[in-house]
């Protein structure tokens, strides 16, 4: 089966970091995705990783373990414009299998 | 160039009618998929197609639900007789030929059964 798990709901605060958990349990694996996803909009893409590590890409970094089944989304200096929710996805043979999302809320 | 394109935005039918929802994908993109999401649930793998061809359809619900994506024109996600429970928000998202993993989303259609 396919089994992609995230935590529902994170809060944090305005310019502080947060990491955002995910595992996942699938039959094929081809790379990991994040997207972000604001209230009624369409999910945008973030990162993706397909060998161990981690990437870098401005105030947002994606690490991969493929051995563990695991992998992380990390905000830095965080902005109110960052409440979303954040979607994990399994690139898996042929398709995107996504977790449920991780909604996130900022505060001042 | 103009991303996936989703017409209707939004899409009110009821009971027992039928819902027709359209997708344009990038261009150069000859692969569409369509997911589903429910109120406050994270999206779930309808549909795989590539022009004139459906290459996974697991996600599809066995009967009222059809897919196509034609030769010529948009890919066309069909909900026959809907239901109050097929309420949700429909997107698309399109990938480059064989040698990309990346998907591109439409702004998605909501559809509300009344």
């Known amino acids: 089966g396919q089994n992609i798990d995230q935590p529902t709901e994170m809060t944090a605060t305005e310019g502080a970091i947060v990491q955002i958990n995910c595992t996942y349990q699938?039959?094929?694996?081809?790379?990991l995705f994040w997207y972000q996803q604001h209230a009624g909009e369409a999910p945008t893409f973030l990162s993706y990783?397909?060998?161990?590590g981690l990437e870098e890409k401005g105030r947002f970094s994606s690490f991969l373990s493929r051995s563990k089944g695991y992998s992380y989304l990390l905000l830095k200096e965080l902005q109110m414009k960052d409440s979303a929710s954040y979607l994990c996805?399994?690139?898996?043979?042929?398709?995107?299998?996504f977790g449920t999302g991780t909604r996130l809320q900022v505060f001042p | 160039n103009a991303g996936v394109m989703q017409n209707p935005r939004h899409l009110v039918r009821r009971r027992g009618q039928e819902a027709r929802l359209r997708c344009s994908p990038m261009?150069?993109?000859?692969?569409v998929y369509w997911y589903r999401q429910l109120p406050e649930e994270g999206l779930k793998f309808m549909v795989y197609?590539?022009?004139?061809?459906?290459?996974?359809e697991s996600g599809m619900p066995k009967e009222r639900f059809s897919a196509e994506f034609p030769k010529e024109g948009p890919s066309i996600l069909r909900i026959q007789q809907v239901v109050r429970g097929d309420s949700a928000a429909y997107f698309c998202?399109?990938?480059?030929?064989?040698?990309?993993?990346?998907?591109?989303f439409g702004q998605g259609t909501r559809l509300t059964v009344v």
């Open positions: 998202a399109s990938s480059p030929p064989i040698g990309s993993t990346e998907a591109f």
């Open positions: 699938t039959s094929g694996f081809n790379g």
């Open positions: 990783n397909v060998l161990d």
């Open positions: 996805a399994v690139y898996n043979t042929d398709k995107l299998i």
């Open positions: 261009k150069g993109h000859s692969h």
């Open positions: 197609l590539q022009k004139e061809n459906i290459i996974d």
